[in-house]
C-alpha cells in the first residue's frame, strides 16, 4: 500500500485497541487500512466517528447488515479505493 500522505500519522506508535490492530497487521506482513492509522493517531476525536460508522452500517434499517457491506464495497471500488 502507499503511504500516507501525512507521514507523522503513520509512523505514530499509539496505543490501545487500534494501536494494538495495527501491531497485529504489521507483524503478519498485512496491507494496514490509512484509515486505522487515522483513528489510532487521535481516538478522541476518532471514536464519535467509529460509533457513527457502526450505526450506520449495523443499526435498525429496512437493509440488512450485508446488503449495506455491498453498497460500501462497490462504492469503494467505484471510487478506486481499496475497500
Known amino acids: ?3 500516507m500522505y501525512l507521514a507523522d500519522v503513520e509512523a505514530f506508535r499509539g496505543t490501545g485497541p487500534r494501536a494494538e ?3 497485529r497487521l504489521r507483524a503478519a506482513g498485512q496491507p ?3 484509515i486505522m492509522h487515522l483513528f489510532a ?3 478522541d476525536r476518532t471514536d464519535h466517528l467509529a460509533a457513527f460508522t457502526q450505526g450506520v452500517m449495523r443499526g435498525p ?3 440488512s447488515p450485508g446488503q449495506r457491506e455491498l453498497i460500501a464495497a462497490l462504492t ?4 478506486q479505493c481499496l475497500f
Do not use: C, T
Open 61 to 63: 434499517s429496512p437493509l
Open 1 to 3: 500500500m502507499d503511504p
Open 41 to 43: 493517531y487521535k481516538p
Open 76 to 79: 469503494s471500488k467505484l471510487n
Open 32 to 34: 494496514i487500512p490509512q
Open 21 to 23: 490492530a495495527i501491531e
